[in-house]
């Protein structure tokens, strides 16, 4: 049985591939068009990788499982339009036509993926992708799940009961009411752009001091003993944007002042207003994962959603204690929900009861030694065969050189997990400004996160029970701020990545080597690409965006490309 997951629509194309229930592929559109986030990109290039992973022919495809609900998607979008026709009828005409590919979208899935008339395709409801990427991808056979996100199809917030192949759905909040959407006004109204700029807001609000809180509780209502939380919907332009430039509406602006200025560093109000919103947000999920504690009886909680990558929520999610035990999916935004719509007609449709739970995320494409070895010979690129890899690149980091280290799969979702990421020493202050000026070119209060073999993780970061995925936000433990400074953030905090030896045994091996040559087995990991470009994801892409920033060396498997001589 060869299920191929797709997700496309609105942004976060993705295509995976389920052989058997065996997760054998997966892969974001935007790492092969090269265009971030890929929105309305067909996965094409995606779902042609994963088939060639698979070692398949579209004509051996049994079902295209597609995240959306063409028929509800359509429906949100004609009754949208409809609504504001009078009054923008170009942009909600267009909307119109945008929205009228959801109905296409069987037919145009068998056109662009070349699939026989035999293989059937199957629609799965938006959140109900996302429960199932969550649960079926967790090690629960039974969980309370919780979905948030900007919007499915007519859902922002659904609540789930995960038991065996079953999800059943406890209650859904439907647009506009969308804890996702607010957060992206605000991200919009602190100067960033409303789609990419939530872990800007969630580095800031480290800064900041929650003083707006009670307006706050205000935009967002969260009813006693209830799910359905509200928005006050005067602050935002996002229910009616036909016509209108911003998500905020003129009435937050009365309330809160000017939006943001562009600076590096925003006036101290942006700061606390950045910190009123995340603390808002959190306790919106806090409250979200009390009621479902209380309602499912659960110890476990599955999170996914967009929302879900809020990552600091997710550490006081861990660490408040209504839950046992957390998963979050990796991929918890929509290219997760890829991989959802397979799991669910893998689990639940077919009824296949055989888990798997996920244990890593590598599943993108690799390339061959010596395919890479041509590349660099073709392009006169001068470099050096090494024979041990781990050893030269641990060297290189304990000089404080800045490196990025390809090996093996891509991985799948947002995070660079150590096969395609850029790495530094994290025990050196000023690592987070050279990182800055010559890569990375982020604003100065974003922090970087490190990556640390499990078995020493209690030594320098507060249990959250391991961060397979760097997707919890924990505290650094007394004492060791100063010794790993560059990963620290200003309220003593790190998004945490933890590193088992089963799942990445070189990237494991580095971190303890690492260790061995400094006495601190932490590395900075940052993806391995530059500001406004998705994760490189072939060897070429590597190199150059290593000629075309300040890394100081290049370990591509085992070839060392370097400046430094
Ligand atoms: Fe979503």
Redesign the pocket.
């Known amino acids: 049985m060869n299920i191929l997951g797709i997700n496309w629509g609105e942004h976060d194309s993705a295509a995976c591939l389920l052989q058997d229930g065996r997760l054998v592929a997966a892969a974001e559109e935007e790492r092969f068009n090269r265009i971030k986030h890929a929105p309305f990109a067909y996965p094409l290039r995606a779902a042609q990788y994963c088939l060639q992973a698979g070692g398949l022919t579209p004509q051996d495809v049994d079902t295209v499982a597609y995240s959306f609900s063409p028929s509800v998607g359509f429906g949100r979008g004609f009754l949208y339009a409809l609504r504001h026709f009078p009054h923008a009828n170009l942009v909600a005409s267009a909307e119109l036509v945008r929205r009228a590919w959801y109905i296409a979208t069987p037919g145009y899935t068998r056109y662009m993926l070349k699939v026989p008339t035999r293989t059937r395709f199957m629609a799965v409801p ?2 109900l992708a ?1 429960a199932a990427s969550a649960f079926f991808a967790s090690p629960f056979e039974e969980a309370a799940i919780l979905v948030v ?2 919007v ?1 199809e007519w859902p922002v917030t659904s609540l789930y009961h995960g038991q065996g192949v079953h999800l059943e759905r406890l209650a859904t909040v439907n647009f506009p009411h969308s804890l996702g959407f607010f957060y992206s006004a605000f991200t919009e109204y602190l100067g960033f752009d409303p789609f990419d700029g939530e872990y800007k807001v969630m580095g800031m609000a480290s800064y900041g001091e929650a003083r707006f809180n009670s307006q706050l509780r205000q935009i967002v209502r969260l009813p006693e003993d209830s799910p359905a939380h509200r928005l006050d919907l005067r602050y935002f332009n996002f229910p009616n944007h036909y016509g209108s430039s911003t998500w905020y509406s003129p009435y937050l602006v009365e309330a809160f002042g000017p939006p943001a200025p562009a600076a590096p560093m925003p006036p101290q109000v942006y700061l606390d207003i950045a910190a009123s919103v995340q603390q808002r947000l959190e306790q919106a999920i806090l409250h979200l994962g009390e009621y479902l504690r209380r309602r499912t009886h659960s110890r476990y909680l599955c999170l996914a ?2 929302v879900a990558l809020n990552s600091v929520a997710n550490g006081k999610l861990t660490q408040g204690g209504t839950f046992d035990r957390i998963f979050v999916q990796p991929a918890a ?2 290219s997760g ?1 890829a991989l959802g719509a397979a799991l669910y007609v893998q689990h639940s449709l077919l009824g296949d009861a055989q888990r798997q739970p996920f244990q890593h995320v590598y599943l993108g494409p690799e390339f061959p030694a010596s395919e890479i070895e041509a590349a660099l010979h073709s392009n006169l690129i001068p470099f050096e065969t090494l024979a041990d890899p781990v050893e030269t690149a641990a060297d290189l980091l304990a000089q404080g050189q800045i490196v990025g280290w390809f090996q093996g799969r891509m991985e799948f979702g947002p995070r660079a997990l150590g096969n395609r990421s850029i790495l530094a020493d994290p025990r050196r202050a000023d690592m987070k400004d050279r990182l800055n000026a010559a890569v990375k070119f982020r604003e100065p209060f974003r922090p970087f996160a490190p990556s640390v073999p499990e078995e020493h993780s209690d030594t320098y970061f507060e249990n959250v029970g391991g961060s397979p995925f760097m997707i919890l936000v924990t505290q650094v433990r007394p004492g060791m701020a100063e010794v790993i400074p560059a990963v620290t953030h200003v309220d003593n905090t790190a998004r945490l990545h933890t590193v088992s030896r089963a799942t990445n045994p070189l990237y494991w091996e580095l971190l303890q080597r690492f260790g061995e040559k400094t006495g601190v087995p932490v590395l900075l990991n940052t993806s391995f690409n530059v500001r406004g470009e998705p994760i490189v994801c072939t060897p070429k892409e590597a190199i150059a965006c290593f000629y075309n920033s300040g890394l100081d060396a290049l370990v591509i498997e085992r070839f060392l490309l370097r400046k430094i001589i």
């Open positions: 938006h959140h996302h996100d900007g499915g959603g967009g935004n929509d929900s």
